[in-house]
């Protein structure tokens, strides 16, 4: 994983993301068990990814440009907002052993592909301009630090 730009970084999270997905398309109607626990990882690592976004890398850009409650990162934020429930659509029918959800599926992909299009050709790049390298290191330790209990919940019993 490249911890050199913010590009590479989060472009290298959107693709690890991508992998599970496919993983659970591919296993959901194979082996649920197996499904379940691909989707639980590309569960927690989309709400680990959006809140860095939103706590972590957005504030750094809203206070470069002075472009807080307007601009791409609050359409970025608006964008989290229906990801979120997108996925607990999806999360949902996982919830209940459902292979078919695939209207689902089809709804988070189509909010994902573009909105990760939308950062990955202009708001990561114009984030990379804006920091040193060595306030990139500080980003992603701060990242690192995030607890895990902050992310890794889907606020049911089964885990």
């Not at 290298?12 to 993983?23: A, C, P, R, T």
């Not at 919830?95 to 988070?108: C, I, K, T």
């Amino acid at each position: 994983m490249s911890q050199e730009n913010i590009l590479g970084f989060y472009g290298h999270d959107h693709d690890v993301l991508d992998n599970y997905f496919k993983e659970f398309q591919t296993l959901k109607n194979q082996d649920y068990a197996r499904a379940r626990a691909s989707f639980r990882a590309f569960k927690f690592g989309l709400q680990r990814h959006i809140l860095w976004e939103d706590q972590i890398l957005f504030p750094v850009f809203e206070t470069r440009t002075g472009m807080k409650d307007r601009g791409p990162t609050a359409v970025m934020r608006q964008e989290h907002i229906l990801i979120k429930e997108a996925l607990e659509a999806l999360h949902q029918k996982v919830r209940r052993n459902d292979p078919d959800s695939g209207n689902e599926e089809e709804a988070l992909i189509d909010l994902l592909s573009r909105h990760n299009q939308k950062e990955e050709g202009v708001l990561y790049p114009a984030i990379d301009q804006l920091m040193t390298a060595e306030e990139k290191k500080s980003l992603f330790k701060q990242m690192q630090d995030v607890p895990k209990e902050e992310y890794a919940s889907c606020g049911c019993k089964h885990h």
